[in-house]
């Protein structure tokens, strides 16, 4: 199991940008299929960005796609998100998720059930 930490959360302008981190101990996260999961007011969560083993591949919620990047750094036991440009419908808490890759592999990218390791999440607010 791993357990997950978020990071670098907060407000900002329209149009502005912020990186997340998770840190993650217990079980190294080279085995594990990674995803930042995020919840508005009165929606259901819905994974933003996802990250397959080896970082290789990513795929994103229709929303976010070309400004928001995922990233993974094993070496750090880290996954990190970087928004750009954010809209105030990007409000929302944020969380880190993951799930182990082994036997199945990482197929249900957008199956938030999925997810069995969560962080805390942490608040981004975007204003207008």
């Known amino acids: 199991q791993v357990h997950l930490v978020e990071s670098g959360g907060g407000s900002v302008q329209a149009g502005g940008s912020l990186r997340l981190s998770c840190e993650a101990t217990?079980?190294?996260?080279?085995?594990?299929?990674m995803a930042w999961i995020r919840q508005s007011p009165g929606k259901e969560r819905e994974v933003a960005a996802f990250?397959?083993?080896?970082?290789?591949?990513?795929s994103y919620a229709s929303a976010v796609r070309g400004r928001f990047t995922i990233s993974r750094d094993d070496a750090k036991n880290t996954l990190y998100l970087q928004m750009d440009n954010l809209k105030p419908e990007d409000t929302a808490i944020y969380y880190c998720?993951?799930?182990?890759?082994?036997?199945?592999?990482?197929?249900?990218?957008?199956?938030?059930?999925?997810?069995?390791?969560w962080g805390q999440g942490i608040q981004v607010t975007v204003s207008s």
């Open positions: 998720a993951a799930y182990s890759s082994l036997p199945a592999g990482c197929s249900r990218w957008s199956h938030v059930p999925a997810f069995r390791s």
């Open positions: 217990g079980d190294p996260i080279s085995d594990y299929c």
């Open positions: 990250i397959y083993v080896g970082g290789g591949s990513q």
